[in-house]
């Protein structure tokens, strides 16, 4: 029997996931098509003056997720990467000189550097055991039985029922203060919000449910450097005998009826000498560009007809990451930290209402030799910086004068808040701005987290993964269901399969 031919568009973690994932079944031929030289997406790395800097994802959690990429394959993870815990989760740091560590165990919360009363503690519980059940609405509902809009959660719940237990007419905030009173608290728990891209303001109770998660399955580091997971799935990838195009980038395709029936590309030679077109036939189509992109780019959808998606599933933020290599080591850093701003809402209304640079951002600093001291030379530190900033807008993108003077706000904050002469320290910098996000991976505007969390605008869900324009066409990735963040995107390329075979018997 003839195979089936599936092209996978772009090799970030949800187009690998879904190439592993179909290739449980024989009937399928499937073909990676990579714009860039490397596999991961935005799972990147670079090495300058003897610093390796992970450029994208920082945190790895669920790792049951990741495991049955091998498992589904007869193969162990562990032959593949290795991963170990990190202690504390975090570290987060306060204007006011306060420091709290999130531990695993919420009763080492109660000694310094943050010693949280018990009342503190009890408060915690009461909110962990509430993002418990929403983690398991959302188990149920949402991961397993893939819904993708309010329709089909009826399937599963009585809706008055689901709108009592999901919280559903509270955002995260308001959820958080009904059970949080120490304002230190509420900032951190708050700030599981980076996990989408979202506002706490903004995104719905439901997204509560991040702090379970961390809590339950852990937070852990890929041994030698995020990269390191991208490096072992593309292992896999060969070992299971999926073809890959690298420097092949897809620049329309032959659509008819409904179906797109083959894709366009142009590859680049090693010399970078651009190569003659290729038409590629297909019988499915699995894309990990985000889907509003691809619409733009590869299909050429009109305006009326893309109005609602921008509407409903526009981009999440985006990020300024600066990444240094600096010649001191900062003690009072952990391998995860926060340095928080005297005012989140402010935070959150410059980057999502306002589209401004705020002077005092909550800033995420990543210093990854804390684990792994073979980041970086000895006596030296790592510093990854990554603020969440706006979108390119592209009526009025940021200059690279107001970048400049962004950094210096980033720099003087940091600063101030105990990492001294940190400017005078710094052996070597990478920085990637929305700008280079949207050129390197074609994110909607830039954004780092695929589609916003908003609970006026889509209660928190993403863009089905099935195409309502073409039957052929699935997506995968952060701009689909379940959402952002490593683990989420895997789920989706896994579930992906599912729709594909329903797909097939129709």
Known sequence: MEKKKVLVIGGGLGGLSAAISLKKNPEYDITIIEKNVHLGGKLNFVE?????????????????VFDRLFTMHGKKREDYYQIQPVRPHWR?????????????DIEGMKKPPGSLSDKDINDLRSFLSYSQELYHLSDEAYFKNQSEKMLDVAKYYNPLTFLFRSDFFSSMDQGVRKHIKNPYLIDILNFFVKYVGSSPYDAPAILNLLPFVQWEFDLWYVKGGLYNLARGLEKLIEELGITVMKNTEVVGTEKTDGRIQALKVQSSAASGNVLPFQTLSCDLVVSDMEVIPFYEKITKESDLRLKSYREKYGPACSGFALHLGVDRKYEQLRHHNFFFTKSG????????HQHKLTEDPTIYLVAPMKTDPGQGPAGCEVIKILPHIPVVDPDRPFTEEEYETYKGHVLDKLERMGLRDLRKHIVTEELWVPETIEQHYYSNQGSIYGVISDKRKNKGFKTPKHSEFYQNLFFVGGSVNPGGGMPMVVLSGQQVVDQIESFNKT
């Open 48 to 64: 300058k003056d003897g610093f390796s800097f992970d450029l994208g994802p920082s945190i790895y959690t669920m790792p049951q």
């Open 92 to 104: 987060n740091f306060f204007e006011d000189g306060t420091i709290i560590d999130l531990e695993p």
């Open 345 to 352: 809402k402010k935070h959150f209304d410059y980057i999502f």
